[in-house]
């Protein structure tokens, strides 16, 4: 059931979309179909109405409608291969061109939670923002010691707004899981959990600035890439001070050109730094849109904004590296093992008739550049084919996923001509070499090595402890055994003594009846019928013969 809060969020949704001019999009939804016809009858459709090109009355929506729906265009403008040029030029200005708040907030808020003034922190604090996103803006200033930083600023009451967009995107997806037919495979309650996990992990500033600190310790040994230093003197959950850093942006192709930057290096580089951080690290940059993504002149990556980071569990990365692998050998038979294996289909999920699928999709995209590969519409194979075979969607993957698409943005912005596959296959059998075999024996000798260290003087008395305890079980199991032999035995003689006494008692009533019978002429022996007296020792002999007296 919508809340009367949601309601009106949906209400004032469509009002936005009308109000710029996407007059189109309202009405084609089922809820107003029926009544389109009277667009043509009101005033407003007759009257000319100068709104804007397409694409800068989308970026207008997405501003207005807050954060979500920013964060939402800042994904979609990476995806200049599915879009329109005009749109996806206005969404690429959502990456950092967000309007601003003002100065005098952004100062008081710093100084509310560094407890300070700004005079007393910074040397110079310049109000007017280099850059505004959905989430913070960032200005310039210079420490006391003359450091070059940046002072990034989280929106006021920015949470509010995005747990009421929240709350209604839960409302939307328990409502899609329940009545949609592929709501139950897709589960997208949990894709909304993990997407208000990122979101609401941005709002923290100390988070991304820890963050920031991994990310730098994970690349201290590699010129591949350059992560700002964090000030944590003046950092807090709303304030970040860090260092400033300069560079080409990589969406200004031209500027890279004029400083002689080589784009085949450049993009190969690229994939690199995200297979690194993704199977080495377990801990990769969630949020890679060009805004985000600085060169040197000498050709070495630099990024910013640690707020959307994923993570993947060992489990994740063996079954990825082993899918890659797979599809980079074309062997869709493994791929399709694998995902039965994983229990991501079915368990009964026929194999051969899955990896005919998946030949079928994949097959068309080898041996081409990024140029010549439509990955929009081999996604949306790769969907028809999870349908058709229960695949369920894994929200855990779901960064790793929009990560790998702003990637592929960056590829086709940088140098078309790339080839993805032949630039990872030999990083990822490397890294399984490392995982499997005599090699990752000896990484695991080497990474355990202090415990070994630590714990082999008590080795002894442990496995002393082990003996001893092994000892114990045996016996307790043992004697456990034995009482359940003994048990087997009582309830075997309780079922003989309660057959014994039934017949017995028996064969006393109709040795009785029998006695008792008038009109009845029977052998006698003394003054009791022949056949009383059998019946009578046949009785007594139960007893005395087969009842069990406990002993074995």
């Known amino acids: 059931m919508i809340k009367a809060s949601q309601f009106f969020r949906l209400i004032h949704i469509n009002y936005v979309l009308m109000k710029h001019g996407l007059d189109e999009i309202v009405l084609a939804t089922h809820l107003f179909r029926p009544i389109r016809f009277l667009v043509y009858l009101s005033?407003?459709?007759?009257?000319?109405?100068?709104?804007?090109?397409?694409?800068?009355?989308?970026?207008?929506?997405?501003?207005?409608?807050?954060?979500?729906?920013?964060?939402f265009g800042q994904i979609v403008s990476t995806r200049r291969d599915l879009l329109a040029p005009d749109i996806a030029e206005e969404l690429a200005k959502l990456q950092d061109q967000v309007p601003p708040f003002p100065g005098d907030i952004a100062r008081?808020?710093?100084?509310?939670?560094?407890?300070?003034?700004?005079?007393?922190?910074?040397?110079?604090?310049?109000?007017?923002?280099?850059?505004?996103?959905?989430?913070?803006?960032?200005?310039?200033?210079?420490?006391?010691?003359?450091?070059?930083?940046?002072?990034?600023?989280?929106?006021?009451?920015?949470?509010?707004?995005?747990?009421?967009?929240?709350?209604?995107?839960?409302?939307?997806?328990?409502?899609?899981?329940?009545?949609?037919k592929?709501?139950?495979?897709?589960?997208?309650?949990?894709?909304?959990?993990?997407?208000?996990?990122?979101?609401?992990?941005?709002?923290?500033?100390?988070?991304?600035?820890?963050?920031?600190?991994?990310?730098?310790?994970?690349?201290?040994?590699?010129?591949?890439?350059?992560?700002?230093?964090?000030?944590?003197?003046?950092?807090?959950?709303?304030?970040?001070?860090?260092?400033?850093?300069?560079?080409?942006?990589?969406?200004?192709?031209?500027?890279?050109k004029d400083a002689g930057v080589d784009f085949k290096k450049l993009s190969e580089q690229g994939v690199e730094i995200f297979f690194t951080q993704v199977f080495r690290d377990s801990f990769f940059h969630a949020d890679m849109h060009?805004?985000?993504?600085?060169?040197?002149?000498?050709?070495?990556?630099?990024?910013?904004?640690?707020?959307?980071?994923?993570?993947?569990?060992?489990?994740?990365?063996?079954?990825l590296a082993s899918n890659f692998i797979a599809f980079f050998n074309r062997d869709y038979r493994?791929?399709?093992?694998?995902?039965?294996?994983?229990?991501?289909?079915?368990?009964?999920?026929?194999?051969?008739?899955?990896e005919a699928a998946i030949r079928t999709v994949c097959e068309p995209i080898f041996e081409k550049p990024i140029k010549d590969i439509s990955f929009?519409?081999?996604?949306?194979?790769?969907?028809?084919?999870?349908?058709?075979?229960?695949?369920?969607v894994q929200p855990q993957l779901v960064l790793l996923q929009k990560t790998l698409l702003n990637i592929e943005g960056l590829g086709r912005e940088l140098y078309d001509e790339l080839d993805l596959w032949k630039t990872a296959k030999p990083f990822l059998e490397k890294w399984m070499s490392e995982?499997?075999?005599?090699?990752?024996?000896?990484?695991?000798?080497?990474?355990n090595a202090p415990w070994w260290i630590e714990n082999l003087p008590d080795l002894p008395r442990t496995l002393q402890t082990a003996l001893e305890s092994t000892k114990h079980q045996a016996k307790?199991?043992?004697?456990?055994?034995?009482?359940?032999?003994?048990?087997?035995?009582?309830?075997?003689?309780?079922?003989?003594?309660?057959f014994i006494a039934i017949s017995a008692s028996a064969a006393l009533i109709a040795a009785a009846i029998v006695y008792g019978l008038d009109g009845f002429e029977p052998v006698m022996i003394g003054e009791a019928p022949a056949l009383t007296w059998l019946l009578g020792i046949f009785a007594l002999y139960l007893f005395i013969v087969h009842w069990p007296n406990g002993k074995d």
Not at 48 to 69: C, M, N, T
Not at 380 to 388: K, V
Request: proline share 4%.
């Open 376 to 392: 929009g519409r081999l996604l949306i194979s790769l969907f028809q084919t999870a349908r058709r075979f229960d695949m369920e």
């Open 290 to 319: 060009p805004g985000n993504v600085y060169v040197r002149p000498d050709g070495r990556y630099m990024a910013i904004d640690f707020g959307i980071m994923g993570t993947l569990s060992n489990k994740d990365k063996h079954y």
């Open 435 to 447: 995982q499997i075999g005599p090699r990752a024996f000896v990484n695991s000798l080497k990474k």
């Open 182 to 256: 592929d709501g139950k495979r897709l589960r997208p309650v949990e894709v909304v959990e993990h997407y208000e996990k990122t979101i609401m992990g941005e709002l923290n500033l100390s988070y991304e600035a820890a963050n920031a600190a991994q990310l730098k310790r994970n690349f201290s040994d590699t010129e591949l890439l350059y992560v700002p230093e964090v000030y944590w003197d003046y950092t807090r959950r709303n304030v970040m001070t860090m260092e400033r850093i300069y560079g080409i942006q990589i969406s200004d192709i031209q500027g890279l």
């Open 476 to 498: 307790y199991a043992k004697q456990q055994a034995e009482e359940i032999k003994q048990l087997k035995r009582d309830i075997h003689r309780g079922q003989q003594r309660t």
């Open 43 to 71: 005033p407003w459709h007759w009257l000319k109405r100068d709104k804007g090109s397409r694409g800068a009355r989308i970026r207008l929506v997405l501003e207005e409608l807050g954060p979500i729906f920013v964060k």
């Open 108 to 180: 008081a808020i710093i100084e509310k939670e560094l407890d300070a003034s700004i005079d007393d922190i910074y040397d110079s604090f310049d109000e007017t923002p280099l850059a505004s996103a959905s989430i913070a803006q960032v200005h310039a200033a210079h420490l006391k010691d003359g450091s070059d930083v940046i002072v990034k600023v989280v929106r006021p009451d920015i949470k509010k707004r995005i747990k009421r967009d929240i709350e209604l995107l839960y409302t939307l997806a328990h409502l899609a899981q329940r009545y949609w």
């Open 334 to 354: 493994r791929v399709a093992e694998l995902h039965v294996e994983s229990e991501w289909v079915p368990a009964g999920t026929p194999v051969e008739e899955f």
